[in-house]
């Protein structure tokens, strides 16, 4: 049975940086690609970042870009996602998703197969 779970979430102020983590396990690591999502109440779940199986292909939302930083470590089955400048519109759960593939990237959820609980991350102005 594969596990995601996540940590590193928290309340901070708007300019601050938090560091998510999400470990692995159930499953060879180097072969699944990871994202991360995020969903605010009321609203829909939002793509956030994502990472190929290798860490060689990334992806983010235009909204983070320059501020997000995904990466993984698959000696420690782990995927990271550091956020800087955090903003309050950063504000939501933030989960991390894992499907088996190796070498591509995917943005939609419903590509997913394997889900964390997620991790909370406020952002007050």
């Known amino acids: 049975q594969v596990q995601l779970v996540e940590s590193g979430g928290g309340s901070v102020q708007a300019g601050d940086s938090l560091r998510l983590s999400c470990a692995v396990s159930?499953?060879?690591?180097?072969?699944?690609?990871m994202a991360w999502f995020r969903q605010a109440p009321g609203k829909e779940r939002e793509f956030v970042a994502a990472?190929?199986?290798?860490?060689?292909?990334?992806n983010h939302a235009d909204s983070v870009k320059g501020r997000f930083t995904i990466s993984r470590d698959n000696a420690k089955n782990t995927v990271y996602l550091q956020m800087n400048s955090l903003k309050p519109e950063d504000t939501g759960a933030y989960l991390c998703?894992?499907?088996?593939?190796?070498?591509?990237?995917?943005?939609?959820?419903?590509?997913?197969?394997?889900w964390g609980r997620g991790t909370q991350v406020t952002v007050s102005s």
């Open positions: 998703a894992g499907v088996p593939a190796f070498g591509a990237i995917f943005s939609v959820p419903a590509q997913y197969n394997y």
């Open positions: 159930g499953r060879t690591f180097s072969n699944v690609a």
């Open positions: 990472i190929s199986s290798t860490g060689l292909n990334k």
